[in-house]
């Protein structure tokens, strides 16, 4: 049986990608959670008029708790206004969960990565609201515009911040 889990980490676009680097067998969809207005657009998302999230909807047969070691590792969890250079509620970063175990794990590493790092998760571990499925365009978009995802990277200089917040970890 699938269980399903949702990811904020910014641009949908960035998680889904790092994901599939992650396991490469998840079946994802990116989308929106979280806000008040039914079938938001991207476009509203994008300019903040819904409170939704751009989330991945992770659904799996298999133990989330990796999925979810790997999702910190591809976030900056302290960052309380977005993530990189998309700033705004609609790119901070949220756990949206489905069980009550992946409550506890989530909640669990959280507190880890706080005591570790001495200073403040602003990662929120929320239970999973109505998801609003992206626009197709946006699914896989990191293959089916690998030129404009890989510019997008390069310019936010994503792996480079990554790796110098959780050096030594």
């Keep these: ?3 399903k889990i949702y990811f904020a980490g910014g641009c949908f676009w960035c998680v ?3 994901l599939a680097k992650h396991d490469t067998s998840l079946n994802m ?6 806000g008040s207005i039914e ?6 998302v994008c300019m903040g008029l819904t409170g939704h999230y751009e989330v991945v909807r992770v659904a799996t047969e298999k133990p989330v ?4 070691d790997a999702f910190w590792r591809m976030i900056d969890p302290f960052d309380p206004s977005g993530q990189l250079h ?3 509620l609609q790119y901070r970063t949220a756990i949206f969960y489905t069980t009550e175990e992946q409550k506890s794990y989530a ?3 959280k507190k880890a990565i706080q005591e570790k790092s001495n200073q403040i998760v602003h990662t929120l571990i929320l239970p999973a609201k109505k998801f609003y499925q992206a626009e197709v365009y946006h699914q896989k978009y990191h293959h089916k515009n690998s ?4 510019a997008y990277v390069r310019s936010s200089r994503r792996h480079e911040k990554l790796a110098k917040i959780w050096e030594g970890d």
Excluded at 29 to 34: K, T
Excluded at 65 to 68: K, R
């Design 1 to 3: 049986m699938k269980t």
């Design 16 to 18: 889904e990608a790092d």
């Design 29 to 34: 969809l990116p989308g929106y959670m979280g």
């Design 39 to 44: 079938n938001p657009t991207y476009q509203e």
């Design 65 to 68: 708790e990796p999925i979810i």
């Design 86 to 88: 998309d700033r705004g």
């Design 107 to 109: 909640i669990q590493a």
């Design 147 to 150: 030129t404009r995802y890989e």
